[in-house]
């Protein structure tokens, strides 16, 4: 203390001293040297093209004199995900700027994920140089980067790595590489982690732990699958945070007993949609497992009570808690937990000894729909309804229910397709005979799911008709006949499906993975010259579906080669600086911040086709609670785009709360599909592009039930 005070006082009199002798000169601030924008410009064409630009893009990576270029470059390989790019890649991190590495750090995660698998040889490779990276790092935002890494590799040592930080590491990088660990247990099977051991995960949920290290340790105990995990998922149902209590209450649906009923069944009255709906779906799985009636059946039956009060007594939420300029929002049963809870306990299933509670949900729906006080409240509740029919002809194995559900307001089409997907699902119920009919409707989405059912309950008397579609103009539902195709075995179809095959070329998209099924179905071996042919297409994803084919074919590992896109790919308008998007829906405004600079093609593209009226009355039709909103797609079915696809930017920004999401079908497939994120998703990290966030309207994400209407979608100037 004495030796600081005696520095401190000898400063003073120095500085003193040079301002009374006038000796001081102001020292202006170094300014950074402006990065070659013309160099930037040529990674960002090379990355857009799946260009290696003649090696100068490597070359970049690995010795441009600015180290701003080399970690430009290795985003872009990162995007690319060329194998042959791996030692540059590797050599970046020992790069001697922290950026430098902390982007190869994120690009060998990124390649760990490669919708083409990485063989041995080189997740060694990589395992090899992340563990040292591991070992030596000192920068936190790099090591950070490698913690998320190790856990994309899936390797027994990168396995070992991970537990030994959870038990040796500071807090914060135990919690990462728990966190690393539950995504490896969700991605690629409990087995993976079962040796690690679970105290230290355990003791990351002490309440006085930070609620990041609380998350992560809650979602390691809820993805490993392993009964002794029950004592501490029980003690973490009451912690403060929505997002930890979400996390145990699903772990109890892989492991939990008839003693956790209960308190599960307590859970359902949890204030928060998210938490409420994970509470939901473990009691249906509880119950599933149950030879008869049991007390997870029980807990369920008090949602009918509850739906039934909230549904017809609920007052809309405050209208200070919209966004400026929004009107408030209207009263509806998805804003409550019960809306959420009976959407996941419907999209669950239950077995047949469970219908009474399906069946009194209803009664309960109904009695509200008499009462509610508004179009949007009364929408919901017929939706629900429809969804609970569907969840008891899943039970029966065919349609019946849905045929008269929703209350008169669900039209014919959206009730036909629920209920086709859902008895899709039965199992031991014969085959799916009633489907056939529908293979004729007049709407593609219906025609789409009598597939599904057909698919997944083979009868002879669907070939004809699936034959029929093969040749229709709906390429969506021509390539899912032609799998329908290959699952019953129809030779007759073949001249079809080779017809279909042709047209890949020009509409990759929608066709190459269903055509490349049925002609492995119905050519065997035969089927491989056209395959090879594919194994150089210029889109991503064919070159993908082509190599897995050949692999079913010939029984070794075959990998696509890299192939550069045209100079006319489509690239849209970049969206201006701090560009946001507000959409209006009928329950209140949503409004994004787009990642502009970090994925400017991404954005651009939803600003685009915004800018355009593109989203204007398409629907959010998909919603899973406590994981996604879906929306996006023209037809409605999830299987819609633009008529083009762009190209994947993985960002670094992680999948929290509310982050904008853009849906995929295999490597570079992006359209106009996105989803927002209802709680974190880490396993969505660098496998998904991530391109902005929701910062106002977020209670509005929580209230949306498929089918639910964005009605404009206006393009705005965020504040920054």
Not at 229 to 240: K, S, V
Not at 445 to 457: G, M, P
Request: aromatic share 4%; net charge neutral.
């Amino acid at each position: 203390m004495r030796r600081s005070h005696s520095v401190r006082a000898l400063s003073t009199c120095v500085v003193a001293f040079s301002l009374l002798s006038g000796c001081v000169r102001s020292v202006p601030p170094v300014k950074p040297t402006p990065v070659d924008a013309q160099t930037l410009e040529r990674i960002q064409a090379w990355e857009d093209a799946r260009s290696l630009g003649n090696g100068a893009l490597v070359s970049l990576a690995a010795s441009a004199p600015d180290a701003r270029v080399r970690a430009r470059a290795l985003r872009a390989l990162a995007r690319i995900q060329d194998p042959a790019t791996l030692e540059t890649v590797i050599a970046g991190l020992k790069d001697e700027d922290a950026a430098v590495r902390g982007e190869a750090a994120f690009a060998a995660g990124v390649l760990a994920l490669s919708w083409e698998p990485l063989v041995d040889a080189e997740l060694a490779a990589l395992e090899k140089a992340l563990l040292e990276a591991g070992r030596t790092e000192r920068d936190a935002d790099v090591r950070r980067a490698v913690v998320e890494a190790v856990g994309r590799l899936g390797t027994p040592g990168a396995v070992a790595w991970l537990s030994e930080r959870m038990r040796e590491a500071d807090g914060a990088e135990a919690a990462r590489a728990t966190q690393a660990l539950g995504v490896l247990a969700r991605t690629r099977g409990a087995a993976v982690v079962a040796q690690v051991p679970l105290a230290p995960a355990e003791a990351l949920l002490a309440a006085e732990r930070p609620v990041e290290a609380r998350q992560a340790g809650a979602y390691f105990l809820a993805t490993v699958k392993r009964p002794e995990a029950l004592l501490a998922l029980r003690r973490c149902l009451g912690d403060a945070d929505a997002d930890v209590r979400a996390s145990c209450a699903k772990g109890f649906g892989d492991v939990g007993g008839p003693e956790d009923a209960v308190v599960l069944g307590r859970l359902l009255e949890d204030t928060v949609p998210r938490v409420a709906a994970e509470a939901a779906r473990s009691l249906a799985k509880l119950a599933a497992a149950c030879s008869g009636p049991c007390t997870a059946v029980d807990a369920l039956e008090a949602l009918a009570a509850r739906a039934k009060r909230v549904a017809r007594g609920m007052a809309p939420p405050a209208a200070a808690s919209a966004p400026e300029g929004a009107k408030a929002p209207v009263e509806t049963l998805a804003r409550s937990s019960e809306g959420h809870a009976l959407l996941a306990l419907a999209q669950q299933g239950l077995p047949a000894f469970g219908r009474p509670v399906l069946e009194s949900l209803r009664l309960a729906l109904a009695d509200a729909e008499r009462g509610a006080a508004s179009d949007v409240a009364r929408a919901d509740l017929a939706w629900l309804d429809c969804r609970l029919a569907a969840a008891v002809d899943r039970q029966e194995g065919t349609l019946k229910e849905v045929l008269g559900c929703g209350y008169g307001r669900v039209p014919e089409a959206r009730r036909l397709a629920l209920g086709l997907r859902e008895v899709a699902q039965s199992k031991g119920q014969g085959g799916a005979g009633f489907a056939v009919k529908y293979l004729r409707h007049p709407e593609a989405r219906v025609r789409l799911t009598a597939l599904e059912a057909v698919s997944a309950r083979p009868v002879p008397e669907a070939a004809a008709p699936v034959r029929e579609l093969i040749e229709g103009e709906d390429e969506v539902v021509a390539g899912a006949a032609a799998a329908t195709a290959g699952v019953l075995k129809d030779a007759a179809a073949l001249p079809a499906v080779e017809a279909l095959a042709a047209r890949v070329p020009q509409t990759p998209g929608d066709l190459a993975e269903p055509v490349a099924g049925a002609l492995v179905a119905l050519q065997g071996p035969a089927a491989e010259p056209r395959m090879r042919e594919w194994l150089m297409h210029p889109h991503a994803n064919v070159r993908r579906v082509a190599a897995q084919a050949l692999t079913q074919l010939t029984g070794q590992r075959v990998r696509s080669a890299r192939v550069e896109l045209p100079a006319n790919t489509f690239r849209p308008v970049a969206a201006p600086a701090r560009a946001g998007l507000v959409l209006r829906t009928d329950k209140g405004d949503i409004t994004v911040r787009l990642d502009v600079d970090e994925a400017p093609l991404t954005s651009g593209n939803l600003h685009s086709l915004a800018r355009k009226g593109y989203f204007n009355a398409v629907t959010f039709h998909r919603v899973v609670p406590d994981f996604v909103a879906q929306g996006g797609d023209p037809r409605g079915d999830g299987e819609g785009g633009p008529g083009y696809s762009i190209r994947c930017e993985m960002t670094r920004r992680l999948y929290g709360r509310g982050t904008l999401g853009m849906a995929l079908a295999g490597k570079d497939t992006g359209g106009s599909q996105f989803f927002f994120t209802h709680a974190p998703q880490p396993h969505l990290d660098g496998r998904y592009t991530a391109f902005g966030e929701v910062v106002s309207g977020m209670d509005v994400v929580d209230a949306l039930l498929e089918g639910d209407v964005i009605r404009e979608v206006r393009a705005v100037e965020l504040a920054p």
